[in-house]
C-alpha cells in the first residue's frame, strides 16, 4: 500500500501563509500526472474537495488555495490563512488500490 | 445539486450485520461509480469498498474483504453497504462517496453527511 505522511498539526496567524505536506512511499505520478488530491474537514462535517490532481483547484474552492508537488513530494498552501480555514487537511492518493489518505493536519490558529 | 444521503447506522453487537444505503440525486447516478469511506473517531479516513457503475465490479481492502459487500440499484440511484461479522474496530462514521473521473484517475468529489456504526456488546 501507498503511505502518505502529513505533519499532525500546524499552528498559523490570520493573513499568514499556511503549507501543509504530504508525502508517500511511492511515487503517484503517472503519464505526466501526478495522482494526489488534497480534502478539507470541518469538525461533524463531510470532507470537501479542495485540490485535484496536486495542482486543479474544484469548483467553488477560493484562489487562496492552491497545491503542488510531483513524484513523492506535495504541499497544499493557504494564503492568506481566514478563521473558516481552521480544519483538518488530508491528501488522498489514486495512484494504486488501495486509495490511501494521510492521517490528517490539523490548521489551528495561534 | 448532488445529494448524498446515508441511513441505517446505529449500534449492534460484534459478530450481528448492519446494511447502509446511500440515496444519490442531482446527478446521473448510474454514470459513476461509488465508494464508501469510513472514519473511526478522531481518525483519519479509510477507503472501505467501490462499485463500478453497472455493479459487475467491486472492490475491498483487506481488512473488510470477505465481510463487507457493497451493492447498488440504479434504478433506485442507491448504493448500499451489507456489514456481516462487524468487529469494535469497525465503528466509525461512514460516509458514501461518488467520484469524477478525469485524466486517467478519479478523485471524491461529492460525500454524504455520513452515518455512525457503532459496534459494542
Known amino acids: 500500500d501507498i503511505v502518505l505522511t502529513q505533519s499532525p498539526a500546524l499552528a498559523v496567524s490570520l493573513g499568514q501563509r499556511a503549507t501543509i505536506s504530504c508525502k508517500t512511499n511511492?511515487?503517484?505520478?503517472?503519464?505526466?500526472?501526478?495522482?494526489m488530491h488534497w480534502y478539507q474537514q470541518k469538525p461533524g462535517q463531510q470532507p470537501k474537495l479542495l485540490i485535484y490532481?496536486?495542482?486543479n483547484l474544484a469548483s467553488g474552492i477560493p484562489a487562496r488555495f492552491s497545491g503542488r508537488g510531483s513524484g513523492t513530494d506535495f504541499t497544499l498552501t493557504i494564503d492568506p490563512v481566514e478563521a473558516d480555514d481552521t480544519a483538518t487537511y488530508y491528501c488522498?492518493?489514486?495512484?494504486?488500490?488501495?486509495?490511501?489518505f494521510g492521517a490528517g493536519t490539523k490548521l489551528e490558529l495561534k | 445539486e448532488v445529494q448524498l444521503v446515508e441511513t441505517g447506522g446505529g449500534l449492534v453487537q460484534p459478530g450481528r450485520s448492519l446494511k447502509l444505503s446511500c440515496v444519490a440525486s442531482?446527478?446521473?447516478?448510474?454514470?459513476?461509480?461509488m465508494y464508501w469511506i469510513r472514519q473511526a473517531p478522531g481518525k483519519g479516513l479509510e477507503w472501505v469498498s467501490s462499485?463500478?457503475?453497472?455493479?459487475?465490479?467491486?472492490y475491498y481492502p483487506d481488512s473488510v474483504k470477505g465481510r463487507f459487500t457493497i451493492s447498488r440499484d440504479n434504478a433506485e440511484n442507491t448504493v448500499y453497504l451489507q456489514m456481516n461479522s462487524l468487529r469494535s474496530e469497525d465503528t466509525a462514521t461512514y460516509y458514501c462517496?461518488?467520484?469524477?473521473?478525469?485524466?486517467?484517475?478519479?478523485?471524491?468529489?461529492?460525500w454524504g453527511q455520513g452515518v455512525m456504526v457503532t459496534v459494542s456488546s
Open positions: 488522498q492518493q489514486s495512484r494504486n488500490l488501495p486509495n490511501t
Open positions: 442531482g446527478f446521473t447516478f448510474s454514470s459513476y461509480w
Open positions: 462517496a461518488k467520484d469524477y473521473y478525469y485524466d486517467g484517475t478519479y478523485y471524491f468529489d461529492y
Open positions: 490532481l496536486a495542482s
Open positions: 511511492q511515487n503517484v505520478d503517472y503519464y505526466g500526472n501526478s495522482y
Open positions: 462499485i463500478n457503475t453497472d455493479g459487475g465490479s467491486t
